[in-house]
């Protein structure tokens, strides 16, 4: 059992990863952030960024895709994780959040030698249009709408040993919030959804699964 003082120090914990992280962002990603500030999209939390990039290193990624809704840094951090080599997507469906991707994407496609490509659609409509068994990463952000799509079409697009990894796996970033999944009583549409995939996810023998509470939570699903 946890006590106040534990729950106390974890607090602090998290606190003090989250500025460590903040403090050593690469150029790159501050520029992210302070577009997606600007064009008010939420940006992740700085140790969930670092925790991609390094995802993006342990699968030896060389094509990564990233869904979500405006997901700057996300895509920031796995141009850092990618390290100049390869290929990444960024699939997003709102007309904003796209918009600064692919402003983002211009900005520093003379500096990387990575290919970019940011797309306006639906995940449910676009990943079937993908080559399957060709990506090493794929992560998912934003909109409830993004992630059971993702998960269903993971294990035809990844390779073995390739990962797909859900941010906001606590459903804390959602709009009304009320604190996702460690409030049970929470019955927000994320929420729900994020309790049913968890569990859909651990039951799949296709995939090792972890979680972590790193940011606002993590899900990391490993196609065996």
Wanted: with cysteine.
């Amino acid at each position: 059992m946890m006590d106040k003082r534990t729950y106390d120090n974890h607090a602090k914990a998290w606190v003090c990863i989250e500025d460590h992280e903040s403090a050593r962002e690469p150029q790159l990603v501050r520029r992210a952030r302070e577009l997606a500030t600007r064009a008010d999209l939420a940006p992740c939390p700085a140790s969930e960024g670092f925790l991609l990039s390094a995802f993006a290193q342990m699968t030896k990624a060389t094509s990564a895709i990233v869904v979500g809704t405006g997901s700057l840094v996300e895509s920031a951090q796995l141009v850092e994780g990618l390290a100049g080599a390869g290929k990444l997507t960024a699939v997003d469906s709102s007309a904003a959040g796209v918009a600064a991707i692919r402003a983002f994407f211009s900005g520093i496609d003379d500096t990387t030698r990575t290919t970019l490509r940011a797309v306006n659609a639906a995940p449910s409509v676009f990943l079937q249009r993908l080559n399957g068994n060709d990506y090493d990463l794929i992560v998912v952000s934003g909109d409830a709408s993004n992630y059971m799509p993702v998960f269903e079409q993971a294990p035809r697009l990844l390779r073995r040993g390739g990962a797909v990894v859900f941010t906001d796996a606590l459903a804390m970033r959602a709009p009304h919030a009320k604190g996702g999944l460690t409030n049970p009583a929470d019955r927000g549409e994320k929420a729900v959804l994020m309790r049913e995939l968890l569990e859909r996810i651990e039951d799949d023998e296709r995939f090792v699964s972890a979680m972590t509470p790193t940011g606002d939570g993590v899900l990391i699903a490993v196609l065996r």
